[in-house]
């Protein structure tokens, strides 16, 4: 986003690159220099220096940036003192994209969770089991799904979400490697 700051004004409102919105608390005009702006923000008394089309640096992005601008009014209305779409700035290379679970279904897997921790106690699986009990669970489980009851006669809750607790407690064993892995492993040739 481009913003042209010689519109700036005392008690403007700005939004920074770092996604924070701030008022302006003085602005002068300094010219001759690349930055031709020293902008002092938020109560300070100090001035910061920025470039006409906002930049605090000119040659790389920085969270002083000003990257858009409102009317003192905006402050009592959120809707428009909020950082435009393409104004933050995250940097999620390489970290799990959690947000891609789909919702409903784990939703589905915590209730399962929450009828056990009354069952037996929070966190009970934790404890450890045999690989194969909960393997033979899961599969009980989906094959009852497969032969067509949708629900667990007990829980009244979803077969194949029961058997994802179990692969998932599975899976938690052989992360934190507890439990025991009793599988027969098979040589194959």
Not at 10 to 25: M, P, S
Not at 133 to 160: C, N, Y
Request: proline share 4%; glycine share 8%; charged share 25%.
């Amino acid at each position: 986003m481009t913003v042209d700051l010689s519109t700036l004004k005392a008690g403007d409102y700005v939004h920074l690159r770092d996604g924070t919105v701030t008022v302006v608390t003085n602005v002068e005009s300094w010219f001759g220099s690349r930055y031709p702006f020293r902008v002092a923000l938020n109560g300070a008394s100090h001035f910061e220096l920025y470039t006409q089309n906002g930049r605090y640096h000119d040659k790389v992005e920085c969270p002083l940036d000003i990257v858009g601008m409102a009317s003192l009014v905006a402050q009592f209305d959120p809707k428009r003192i909020s950082p435009t779409p393409d104004s933050g700035t995250k940097h999620d290379d390489g970290k799990t994209e959690l947000g891609l679970l789909p919702f409903a279904p784990i939703e589905e897997v915590a209730k399962v969770l929450g009828y056990g921790a009354k069952k037996y106690q929070k966190y009970n699986y934790k404890g450890g089991f045999e690989y194969t009990r909960l393997i033979g669970a899961a599969l009980r489980h989906l094959f009852a799904f497969a032969r067509g009851q949708d629900k667990d006669p007990e829980t009244g809750l979803s077969h194949v979400a029961h058997a994802v607790c179990n692969l998932l407690f599975l899976l938690d064993q052989q992360i934190a490697s507890t439990g025991t892995d009793d599988r027969f492993k098979e040589t194959l040739t």
